[in-house]
Nanobody, 117 residues
């Protein structure tokens, strides 16, 4: 069974940067990031296959997704962070790349990102 392990979350001040990593146990076509804030639905952040990257409009220009295919790892570099970016960030794997969470059968446990004002 596919396993995804996220790391890199933490507390950062508004305007700061943070890098997240996710290691997959096997090679996957698409790796993606979603996030879920308290009381809100889990929402799409970004996804990357070997040929395409997709971003939600709310993070375009601030977040960058990248992959190291040899290491089965996906990264999310986040800059110009805002308090609204505070959420648990989840790594997901599937065929994709897609913005729809139902298309991702595999999920990590999540890592907390907190942006203070």
């Amino acid at each position: 069974q596919e396993q995804l392990v996220e790391s890199g979350g933490g507390l950062v001040q508004a305007g700061g940067s943070l890098n997240l990593s996710c290691v997959a146990s096997t090679k996957m076509v698409t790796l993606a990031w979603f996030r879920q804030a308290p009381g809100r639905e889990r929402e799409f952040v970004a996804a990357a296959s070997s040929t395409r990257t997709v971003y939600d409009d709310s993070v375009k220009g601030r977040f960058t997704i990248s992959r190291d295919h040899a290491k089965n790892t996906v990264y999310l570099h986040m800059k110009s962070l805002k308090p609204d970016d505070t959420a648990v960030y989840y790594c997901a794997a599937g065929v994709g790349p897609s913005k729809y969470r139902d298309t991702y059968p595999y999920w990590g446990q999540g890592t907390q990102v907190t942006v203070s004002s």
